[in-house]
């Protein structure tokens, strides 16, 4: 982590917070950075939670639920309104949870962040977190790996990943937040040693360079990936997709508790 961009992430916080008058209880890293691949000349994917006043969610005339700022350089910095977040976490999207496990953080609420993981291990419904790695694994593959050729090696982390969090999904039934630390994901999910031995390589030789080259898709691998997704399917692929009335109403709880804290911090400061 270069201590200048990190620095700048830092100063877009703060003109986010400021010209759009909003408070950011967590801003963290989402991309390889994170998922521990990352290469020398890697952007920097920051990704944040914002919260408005409380007056903004009851206009009639709602304003947009993300923040884009622009990509500059090798920063990417765009957030997330709580109250899509907390959705989408509702609908099993992964992604949140995946931002409230990253091990890189820029700005963080203590409260906050154990709070809403808190409400993912009690709401995240594990069959639609699963299905949600399965399509994007599935698409990876058609994407890149379904002709047999050789591909940009460092593309096989986009399907190893998902394939990984399947595995550790399938391995634990009662959980839902898998760990979004890609090494620490292959180890607990008790990856077979010539992947884990494979993936290592590459991870090293990612942190070295910025292309691996090009090859086609190790047959260990391969094999991995496509018994992790048949398995995925048999599993994860006929249940039904639901939000249950219990755990939209721990979602509202969560999100009207988030906008009094912030409410009170403003009584506060004025």
Not at 156 to 168: E, K, V
Request: glycine share 6%.
């Amino acid at each position: 982590m270069d201590a200048g961009s990190v620095a700048r992430i830092d100063a877009r916080l703060a003109d986010v917070a400021r010209d759009n008058e909003v408070a950011i209880p967590l801003a963290i890293e989402s991309g390889s950075r994170a998922w521990g691949f990352p290469s020398p000349d890697s952007d920097y994917d920051c990704r944040f939670i914002f919260v408005r006043p409380r007056d903004a969610y009851l206009s009639l005339f709602a304003e947009r639920d993300v923040i884009e700022t622009p990509l500059e350089d090798e920063l990417d910095v765009n957030g997330w309104d709580v109250a899509k977040a907390v959705k989408l976490l509702l609908r099993g999207n992964a992604v949140v949870i995946e931002w409230l496990t990253s091990p890189i953080v820029y700005r963080g609420d203590a409260w906050f962040a154990q709070t809403f993981l808190s409400l993912a291990h009690r709401v995240a419904d594990r069959s639609q977190v699963a299905r949600h790695y399965l399509h994007l694994g599935e698409r990876q593959s058609r994407t890149h790996f379904a002709d047999g050729k050789s591909v940009p090696l460092k593309k096989i982390f986009y399907a190893l990943r998902p394939a990984a969090a399947l595995r550790w999904l399938r391995a634990r039934p009662g959980e839902a937040v898998a760990p979004m630390h890609f090494p620490t994901l292959l180890a607990q999910c008790d990856a077979p040693r010539a992947v884990l031995e494979l993936t290592a390589e590459l991870i090293a030789r990612k942190a070295q360079t910025r292309e691996l080259g090009t090859g086609p898709l190790p047959e260990t691998v391969a094999a991995f990936i496509d018994a992790e997704f048949a398995a995925a399917r048999d599993a994860f692929g006929d249940q039904p997709s639901r939000t249950t009335a219990a755990a939209r109403a721990l979602g509202q709880e969560f999100f009207l508790n988030v906008l009094r804290r912030r409410e009170g911090v403003r009584a506060d400061r004025d």
